[in-house]
């Protein structure tokens, strides 16, 4: 093996590599992930005796290498996942959009099919036939195909097999486990009555055709792709929306991530929102009634908004704009004076009403709105990662704060957000690490005291939580007692304060 000395990789080197990567996969790897990629090119160079990089480009191009760029891939990229990662789309699945089909199609030829597009190990496309088995009770004389795909081969084969440890079920209900997979030591194996509606295919998004269900029904009723398009170009996003949309059925609905969502990159589609989720329909369909509706800014974009349409206009109304402004909150900052919403400054007002009455699907739809109009509006990225966080979606609500301080590096609410997911994951180095950037940028964050002193009791380091508890407490005047501060939600300075002076009386 040659030592890592001989081989020299230049910038232009990994440029190439990543470009290549792109072509092949629709993936771009940011500039920030070069050291990732330069280790991965490193190894794979030394693996396969290759003396130089321009001696690996001809190899990398051949039959023989495209099966070695699988395994890169796998390494480059992450599969991590869980069954029933993401349930706000699942309650929708169950609630809405499944129920709706199975009554369009009990009478007629009783077939669905779902294609899940980057499904890696299988939880996904498993947790989708384990949903459809409850919904339908007996899938007897139905036909039902559910397809995942995958560009990673190493990852499908782990899927085929159905084979998943206890990590792989976290927040999962044990009878789900026990009704759906057989038990083996540390293993758990899906069932055979599962397994059957499902299939699993290689397949390239970007250069391949879609596959086609079983059934013979050429259209998807249900297109799941989510955090993948994360990885792409927002023209390669485009091009693979325009595909979804030619396989989707007309009443079919495509569900992204949480941090997928766009006006620009599915402006083909008409975005359906629901009180946990949003989606994407050729056409918008009401599923309470079966009714058509139209598309947004229509008020009837769901039940709830029309029931209470009249009173919240009221209540907007009431509204003193002045209010929404970043003198507002103590701690928190919902319109940034940097930040241009292009006239849509009521729509910003409508989203923070939206959320103050805990709409939070409506409040994602207008926050959205302004971010496909004025994508540098640090605010509005904020408040979908404070949303998003809330709701316990922590991806999502990851990317849009990341998002914000790459707007805004002074923008300080993001990185306390940033550090609560953090904090929720375990990651207590890192989750420090954001809340002491956002001191940094403000020493009298009040909160952000606060949350260093949970972080430091966490570490099992009392004194120094207790400094941290001493300085937020000092920091509190009853000058500020009524002001707001973004928690888990809105929570007044004076619930704050009875909470430090528990922390006072237990230390």
């Known amino acids: 093996m040659l030592s890592d000395m001989n081989i020299v990789l230049t910038r232009e080197d990994i440029l190439l590599f990543r470009d290549f990567i792109q072509m092949h996969t629709g993936i771009l790897f940011k500039e920030s992930e070069f050291y990732a990629i330069k280790n991965v090119l490193q190894n794979a160079l030394e693996k396969e005796n290759f003396q130089s990089f321009d001696e690996y480009v001809p190899y990398l191009k051949s039959r023989e290498g495209s099966i070695h760029l699988q395994s890169m891939i796998s390494l480059l990229t992450t599969n991590e996942t869980y069954f029933f990662r993401g349930k706000p789309h699942f309650d929708c699945l169950e609630q809405y959009i499944l129920p709706k089909i199975i009554e369009r199609e009990l009478p007629q030829s009783k077939s669905i099919s779902i294609w899940s597009a980057g499904c890696s190990t299988g939880e996904e496309v498993y947790s989708i036939a384990i949903l459809l088995k409850k919904l339908l009770s007996q899938t007897n004389g139905w036909n039902i195909d559910i397809v995942g795909t995958d560009i990673d081969e190493v990852a499908l084969a782990s899927a085929v097999k159905g084979v998943y440890r206890p990590w792989s079920f976290r927040g999962l209900g044990g009878d789900v486990v026990s009704s759906a997979f057989d038990h083996d030591g540390d293993y758990y194996k899906i069932k055979n009555a599962y397994k059957s509606l499902v299939t699993f295919k290689k397949n390239n998004l970007i250069s391949d055709l879609p596959p086609e269900a079983r059934n013979n029904r050429k259209k998807f009723d249900i297109i799941f792709c989510r955090n993948v398009t994360i990885y792409f170009e927002q023209k390669t996003s485009i091009a693979l929306a325009s595909k979804f949309y030619n396989v989707l059925d007309e009443e079919g609905a495509l569900i992204v991530g949480g941090a997928e969502h766009s006006a620009e ?12 989720a949003i989606i994407y329909q050729k056409k918008l369909i009401d599923y309470d009634s079966g009714k058509v509706f139209a598309p947004y800014p229509d008020k009837r974009l769901t039940k709830r908004a029309d029931h209470n349409h009249e009173k919240n206009t009221i209540n907007r109304q009431k509204i003193n704009k002045s209010r929404v402004s970043s003198e507002h909150f103590k701690g928190a900052t919902p319109m940034k004076k940097n930040d241009s919403f292009v006239g849509n ?50 991806e999502a609500a990851e990317y849009w704060s990341k998002k914000a301080i790459k707007i805004d590096a002074l923008f300080k609410e993001p990185y306390y957000t940033l550090s609560t997911i953090f904090m929720a994951r375990g990651m207590l180095d890192e989750s420090m690490d954001m809340i002491k950037k956002a001191i940094y940028i403000d020493q009298g964050f009040i909160v952000g005291h606060f949350a260093m002193g949970n972080i430091y009791n966490l570490m099992t380091l009392p004194k120094e939580a207790e400094d941290c508890f001493k300085r937020a407490r000092a920091l509190l005047t009853s000058d500020s007692a009524e002001e707001l501060i973004f928690e888990t939600e809105i929570m007044a300075v004076g619930v704050l304060q009875k909470l430090l002076n528990l922390e006072a009386i237990k230390s």
């Open 265 to 276: 990159t599915y402006g083909i589609f008409k975005a359906k929102t629901f009180p946990e």
């Open 345 to 394: 400054r009521d729509v910003f007002i409508d989203a923070v009403q939206f959320y103050f009455e805990k709409n939070y699907a409506m409040a994602i739809g207008r926050f959205l709105k302004i971010m496909s109009v004025n994508p540098l509006n640090a605010s509005a990225s904020w408040m979908l990662s404070h949303i998003y966080a809330n709701r316990g979606d922590f």
